[in-house]
C-alpha cells in the first residue's frame, strides 16, 4: 500500500501497521478530518489562534500539553500508551513533535465538524491530509479493535449502526506527518458567538479562509431541562455565566480566561451546551453508500 512521499519512519511504520488491520471499501470522495477546538482559549499565555499564526503548525498534545480531552500525553500515560497499542509501537521513541495529530472524519458533514465534544469550532483539512491519516472506531480511549486507513475504511458502517451518545459518535482521526496550516487547511470554520470579538480578529491573519457556522446557543430554561446530562452543578455554573438567559461558547471562553472556574467544570457545562444547544445542520446528515467492513 503507498503513501505520500516524504513522511518520517515513525509515520510510515503506523500507517503501515494500522493499513494491515484494516479492512472495507476505499473512503469515498468528499468527507474530510476536521480538528475540533475551542478558539478562544489559551496556548502557553497567547490566544490559541495568535499561536496558531506564529508557529504555523497545529501541535499535538504531547507538544502542547494542553487537551479539551485527558491530560495524559506523556511517557508511560494513558495517551502513550494507546498510540503504542494502535501504531504497534511505531511512535515509541519519536520526539513530541513527531506523532500524529488527532482530530476526527466528518462523513456526516456537520456544520459543526465531526466531534464537536473537543470545541465550538474547527479546522477543515484537505484530501491530501485524509491519504495519511489512520482512523479507528470508537475513540482511543476505549481501546478499540476496528480501525482503518482512507483506502480501507470500513468504519462508517460501524459508526452509522452504533448507538452511543451523540458527543461520542465520531470516527478518530489520527494524521501523520504533521498539520501545517499553509499546507492542509481548508478552511477554520468558527462559532457564530465569535463575530466581531478578538477571535474574529485574529482568524483573518491566518493563512487559509474563515467560514461560520450557525453557533450553539442554549436557554438557561433548556440548560435545567437537561441538568442530569452532567450533573446539577454545571447547570448552575451555566446560569451564572450565561446573559440574558442564553449560553454561547463565547461565555464559557470568557470564563476560561479570567482563571477562576475550574476547567473541568466548564468542560462538562460545553458537553451540555453542545449536545443540546447545537444548531441546524449538526449530526443530520448521513453518508450514502457505504458498504460494511468484513
Excluded at 453557533?215 to 451555566?238: C, E, F, I, M
Excluded at 480566561?257 to 451546551?273: C, E, F, I, N, Y
Amino acid at each position: 500500500m503507498d503513501f505520500p512521499d516524504g513522511l518520517s519512519t515513525h509515520a510510515l511504520r503506523a500507517l503501515r501497521h494500522v493499513a494491515a488491520r484494516a479492512c472495507g471499501p476505499p473512503l469515498a470522495p468528499g468527507p474530510r478530518i476536521t480538528l475540533n477546538f475551542h478558539p478562544d482559549r489559551l496556548m502557553g499565555g497567547l490566544p490559541i489562534l495568535t499561536s496558531l499564526a506564529r508557529d504555523g503548525v497545529y501541535h499535538s498534545q504531547f507538544v502542547t500539553g494542553t487537551s479539551n480531552g485527558g491530560l495524559t500525553a506523556h511517557r508511560g500515560g494513558d495517551r502513550w500508551r494507546w498510540e503504542s497499542r494502535i501504531f504497534g509501537g511505531a511512535y515509541d521513541d519519536a520526539e513530541p513533535a513527531a506523532r500524529p495529530v488527532y482530530g476526527a472524519l466528518d462523513f456526516r458533514r456537520q456544520v459543526v465538524g465531526a466531534a464537536p465534544r473537543f470545541g465550538s469550532s474547527h479546522l477543515r483539512l484537505t484530501a491530501r491530509a485524509t491519504a495519511r491519516a489512520t482512523f479507528c472506531y470508537p475513540d482511543s480511549a476505549a481501546e478499540p479493535t476496528d480501525f482503518g486507513v482512507a483506502s480501507a475504511l470500513g468504519l462508517i458502517t460501524l459508526a452509522e449502526a452504533d448507538e452511543r451518545d451523540a458527543l461520542d459518535d465520531y470516527i478518530e482521526s489520527h494524521v501523520h506527518g504533521g498539520v501545517l496550516l499553509a499546507r492542509d487547511v481548508e478552511a477554520l470554520v468558527l462559532d457564530a458567538s465569535y463575530r466581531g470579538t478578538p477571535v474574529e480578529a485574529a482568524a483573518r491573519h491566518l493563512p487559509f479562509p474563515l467560514e461560520w457556522h450557525p453557533g450553539y446557543a442554549l436557554t438557561t430554561d433548556r440548560l435545567h431541562h437537561h441538568a442530569d446530562y452532567r450533573g446539577p452543578q454545571y447547570t448552575s455554573l451555566g446560569t451564572r455565566l450565561a446573559s440574558d438567559g442564553l449560553l454561547t461558547p463565547r461565555h464559557l471562553g470568557d470564563a476560561a480566561r479570567t482563571g477562576d472556574h475550574d476547567l473541568q467544570h466548564l468542560k462538562m457545562l460545553w458537553h451540555t451546551l453542545a449536545r443540546f444547544g447545537a444548531p441546524e445542520g449538526a449530526g443530520t446528515a448521513r453518508a450514502e453508500g457505504v458498504c460494511a467492513a468484513g
